[in-house]
């Protein structure tokens, strides 16, 4: 199965890695500066799992390539159009594109850029970062990539592709229900990337104090509300679930978002928060909690 991975930062780099350690062909698809980084350095990836060294192989958007089977696009949401441009020519009749993003919003634009038919369900549970020397940096136990068919179904290609996932040196899971794994993902990092952004805080020191443990309580259930009013799959008392798994986190956790705010880059708040707004305000929801991490992300972007 040849397989192309959208960028080779901390999910893609990660993901990808150890695919090509497992023996598969992959491709990076991957900007200028960042294709002479691995082709004179190798993919390099620290990891509590072991680990890796690789001479991957790279390529540049517009590069004449044989057929993909799939393609993992693992970028961050505003350069999502830009992923969308850049896969155009590598999208066959017969691609699959497997999305990491966190949220809901990319997969319409997915499916309105390539049809219903080529995208499939994803999310990933991983700890990690880039480096300045770009060494990919995973710092956790847990390293999980999910898929799915929406239709639930276990259809041929669906199969082909966890026979190439199987044997790797992370957890690559087939879903059962992936539509609804991926709206609780969407509830769940959004609770933690809202009040972790907010507080500034590792989650650690926010759950000491009671009144943030009363902000975690009351923006998973905004975000729950928001969710029900478009018919998400959600389980119930998933919100319970939720508090329970964000009570136990290391004290030391924070959300992907928040690192990128301590770095100075660019957020996701509105793929993640903005979206939620906009039902709110279109079923008339009062979600004061949600308005408030969007309006501090908004401020933080500002300056």
């Not at 079923?283 to 408030?292: C, D, E």
């Amino acid at each position: 199965m040849r397989i192309l991975v959208v960028g080779a930062g901390g999910i893609g780099g990660y993901f990808g890695g150890r695919l090509v350690e497992k023996g598969e062909d992959v491709t990076f698809l991957v900007r200028e500066t960042r294709k002479q980084q691995l082709d004179q350095n190798g993919l390099v990836v620290e990891s509590v799992h072991g680990n890796m060294k690789l001479q991957p192989k790279t390529m540049l958007s517009g590069e004449t390539a044989e057929p993909f089977d799939v393609i993992l696009l693992s970028t961050k949401s505003y350069h999502l159009q830009g992923a969308i441009d850049s896969i155009k020519d590598y999208v066959t009749e017969n691609t699959v594109i497997l999305p990491l993003l966190n949220g809901i919003a990319h997969v319409e634009e997915l499916r309105a850029a390539f049809g219903e038919n080529h995208v499939i369900g994803g999310l990933c549970f991983i700890e990690t970062t880039l480096d300045e020397q770009g060494k990919v940096i995973q710092t956790s136990p847990i390293h999980d990539l999910v898929f799915g068919e929406y239709s639930q179904e276990k259809t041929e290609r669906i199969m082909k592709l966890q026979a190439a996932f199987e044997g790797t040196k992370a957890n690559f899971r087939l879903s059962d229900n992936i539509e609804q794994d991926m709206w609780h993902k969407y509830q769940f990092i959004t609770t933690l990337s809202g009040v972790t952004s907010l507080f500034r805080s590792p989650i650690g020191p926010i759950r000491d104090q009671e009144y943030g443990v009363e902000t975690i309580q009351t923006l998973l259930q905004e975000v729950g509300s928001v969710m029900r009013r478009v018919d998400a799959p959600l389980a119930d008392g998933i919100e319970d679930n939720q508090f329970q798994k964000i009570m136990q986190m290391g004290y030391n956790m924070k959300s992907s978002l928040q690192r990128d705010m301590e770095k100075g880059l660019k957020t996701e708040a509105e793929h993640f928060f903005g979206y939620l707004l906009q039902i709110a305000k279109e079923k008339q929801l009062s979600t004061p909690v949600i308005a408030t991490v969007y309006a501090n992300l908004e401020v933080y972007e500002a300056q």
